[in-house]
């Protein structure tokens, strides 16, 4: 394994309510100096959760809301910060009642992803959730949220439709394909 630069200096360069950029000065092993510039910490120091919600062995929901990044309703998985005191798996229940109406009696961790390590510290992690029920829970989000499905046997068809665009819910998508695959359909663990 590599060693990694030494850290000459860190600052937090600019501020909003949601994001710090962090400037990073860093010397490589060999000699090369470079300024970096990141967004730094975890959006509430708890982190965040993705979940892929099975309806059955492939079909998936999708929800969709408004996106200020992209400036247009988006479909993706549900999502959402991990509160203060929830485990992951808590974290991503209570986020697919209130973002898709569904509660799950199985839920499990698959990974741990990235969206831009370049640039970003976060991570997600990707929860696979089976055996749904109905349950709402009223959440932040400033309207209702569309609800949509995609079957995973057909998910090289989803990168064409043009309300879904995020890399990081199709890889969750098809690792929660390949891990049923393997196992040959859903089970509990």
């Known amino acids: 394994m590599r060693e990694k630069p030494t850290v000459l200096s860190r600052e937090i360069v600019a501020r909003s309510r949601l ?3 962090e400037q990073l000065q860093l010397k490589f092993t060999n000699g090369v100096e470079r300024t970096y510039e990141r967004l730094a910490g975890k959006a509430n120091g708890y982190g965040a959760v993705m979940v892929v919600a099975l309806r059955d062995a492939d079909t998936a ?14 479909l993706s998985l549900p999502k959402g910060l991990i509160e203060p005191g929830e485990d992951v798996l808590d974290a991503a229940n209570r986020e697919l009642k209130e973002e898709a109406g569904f509660g799950a009696r199985h839920l499990e961790h698959l990974t741990e ?3 831009s390590p370049g640039y970003m510290s976060q991570r997600i992690q990707v929860v696979l959730a089976w055996d749904l029920y109905e349950e709402k829970l009223p959440g932040d989000e400033p309207e209702p949220m569309g609800l949509d499905s995609v079957r995973l046997s057909q998910l090289s068809q989803l990168v064409s439709h043009p309300q879904f ?10 690792l929660a394909r390949d891990v049923i695959a393997q196992r040959g359909g859903l089970h509990a663990r």
């Open 19 to 21: 994001f710090a950029v």
């Open 61 to 74: 929901l999708l929800v969709e809301e408004y996106c200020a990044g992209t400036d247009a309703y988006e």
């Open 113 to 115: 992803l990235s969206l």
């Open 165 to 174: 665009s995020e890399g990081r819910a199709l890889a969750a998508l098809y």
